[in-house]
């Protein structure tokens, strides 16, 4: 039964990663990913099997796509287009993406890239810096010519291939069961409203707009919303949290629900 969904706000994007395509066969990564300045050097390729039916992650909105408030168009950086050229995108011609370059705890730069902002975007990338010489990607592929189940992540150490460490994550995952899908909610879907601040990226249900959910431990925002959980980067490794502080998830204007009194974010 198809559930009916509010149109969120352009300013929803979503996460990336250096993952595996959703086609028949396997995906390889090309030799190098060529790094940006203060960034990991280049890293070996990886070959990960995947099929059409690979859970992913809780993807993007489908109503707002890849859009994101803020960054600049211009060209997409060298190691974005080769890990997606690598993952089967054809962004070889690409003239200009909508870039958000963003500071890492290591003293090096990120970046957060997209083609077009809106449900017709073809990919959606986030590289995230850390301790040491590990490097961490999310990735969400729309038909260019190849998809993602959801969104992928990899981590990479060294000069060591990058690891889909889609699976693991998961299964860490809890889903929207028949309870709350009974009820008008959504799938599970991502809010990446503040990855150009923090390494984080939340997932949410959204229930029907002609009704509320009932109100329970996983409700928030008056039965509106229901928590799946935070993506947190950690420096050297992707965790999924039910709860994390407030210096994670700063509140701000671009948020769907009220800041106050949200149970999943401490200190607030």
């Not at 707002?64 to 993952?87: C, F, I, N, R």
């Not at 969400?140 to 699976?167: E, I």
């Not at 990855?195 to 949410?204: E, F, G, S």
């Not at 050297?236 to 769907?256: G, N, Y």
Request: one cysteine or more; a negative charge; aromatic letters at 8%.
């Amino acid at each position: 039964m198809a559930v009916k969904r509010r149109v969120l706000p352009g300013s929803l994007i979503l996460i990336f990663l250096c993952g595996a395509c959703t086609q028949e066969g396997k995906t390889e990564m090309s030799p190098s990913v060529e790094s940006l300045p203060g960034s990991t050097p280049s890293l070996p390729s990886a070959t990960t099997q995947t099929t059409p039916g690979e859970t992913g992650l809780p993807p993007l909105p489908e109503s707002s796509g890849s859009s994101h408030e803020g960054g600049t168009y211009g060209a997409l950086p060298t190691t974005a287009k080769q890990v997606l050229e690598d993952l089967g995108c054809q962004v070889s011609h690409a003239k200009k993406a909508q870039i958000f370059t963003i500071p890492d705890a290591g003293g090096g730069r990120d970046f957060m890239a997209t083609d077009e902002s809106g449900p017709e975007f073809h990919y959606w990338i986030r590289s995230f810096g850390g301790a040491g010489d590990a490097k961490g990607y999310l990735v969400q592929l729309n038909g260019c010519p190849a998809r993602t189940a959801g969104m992928r992540a990899y981590v990479a150490k060294g000069l060591s291939a990058p690891q889909d460490v889609t699976a693991t994550l998961a299964t860490k995952v809890e889903g929207v069961s028949p309870k709350y899908t009974d009820q008008g909610a959504s799938e599970l879907f991502a809010l990446t409203l503040q990855l150009d601040k923090v390494p984080v990226v939340r997932w949410v249900a959204e229930a029907d707009p002609e009704r509320s959910i009932a109100e329970d431990e996983r409700t928030f925002d008056h039965g509106n919303f229901v928590h799946g959980g935070f993506l947190v980067w950690q420096q050297d490794h992707f965790e999924v949290l039910q709860k994390i502080p407030a210096t994670l998830w700063p509140c701000d204007s671009s948020q769907l629900f009220q800041c106050e009194g949200d149970p999943f974010v401490a200190g607030r």
